[in-house]
């Protein structure tokens, strides 16, 4: 009997070892990460990147996200919420991550429609279109045509841009700093260089907030 408490308890001292481990490691990469934004923010932001927010907002969120994602539409109204609640203090910046096949075709749109200052408001057509072109996870992305007429975009110039080789280096650059910024899913968020301890609004918002009390 002695001998099996001693094994239950090994493991279950193994297991605290294992989680606080974790938290460590999670905590010294957040740590690490928000020392390397200080230093230098440009793999975290591009100039080329669209921004939303007060440019001398003192919080500064950065999403990578993929027009195809559930969650990431679910999330914008959220970020936007959030943004609101505190008028003039947190700045916001897109990064893209076409995970899903077909999606660097959408992500070519937005990008193009930034050229035009129109990139909020295609990014909004399109997710709330989303389940129109991109049923279950699989995007048919020639659909969005149908659905950012509203929008008041050149579509002449714009189908001329999407298909700029500045385009596409822009998408090559922005899945290359997902790459070192260890993004493997959308939508993964940053704020002031530090990323969410796990994934939910309400580590986000507890993120955002922690920042807003440092910064003022």
């Known amino acids: 009997m002695k001998q099996k408490h001693l094994v239950v308890f090994s493991a279950f001292f193994l297991l605290l070892a294992f989680v606080a ?17 200080q230093r230098d923010k440009s793999t975290f932001v591009r100039a080329y990147s669209p921004t939303l927010g007060n440019p001398g907002a003192k919080v500064e ?8 994602c559930g969650t990431c539409k679910e999330f914008s109204p959220l970020v936007k919420k959030l943004m609101a609640a505190h008028p003039g203090k ?19 749109i937005l990008a193009a429609a930034e050229k035009q200052g129109k990139f909020w408001e295609t990014l909004e ?3 709330a279109a989303q389940s129109s072109w991109a049923p279950q996870h699989r995007p048919q992305p020639e659909l969005v045509w149908s659905y950012i007429g509203g929008v008041g975009l050149d579509i002449r110039r714009l189908r001329q841009d999407m298909n700029a080789p500045e385009i ?8 290359a700093d997902a790459r070192t910024l260890n993004v493997k899913a959308t ?30």
Do not use: C, W
Request: aromatic letters at 16%; glycine letters at 6%.
């Open 21 to 37: 481990g974790a938290l460590l490691y999670r905590s010294e990469q957040s740590k690490t990460a928000a020392q390397a934004y």
């Open 61 to 68: 969120i950065v999403e990578f996200f993929d027009p195809a």
């Open 90 to 108: 947190i700045r916001l910046f897109a990064r893209y991550a076409p995970f899903h096949n077909g999606s660097d075709y959408v992500v070519k």
């Open 125 to 127: 057509a399109v997710f």
């Open 168 to 175: 596409e280096k822009i998408i090559q650059q922005d899945l």
């Open 187 to 216: 939508p993964e968020f940053f704020v002031n260089g530090k990323p969410m301890p796990s994934f939910g609004y309400e580590q986000l918002k507890d993120l955002v907030e922690g920042a807003l009390a440092t910064a003022y």
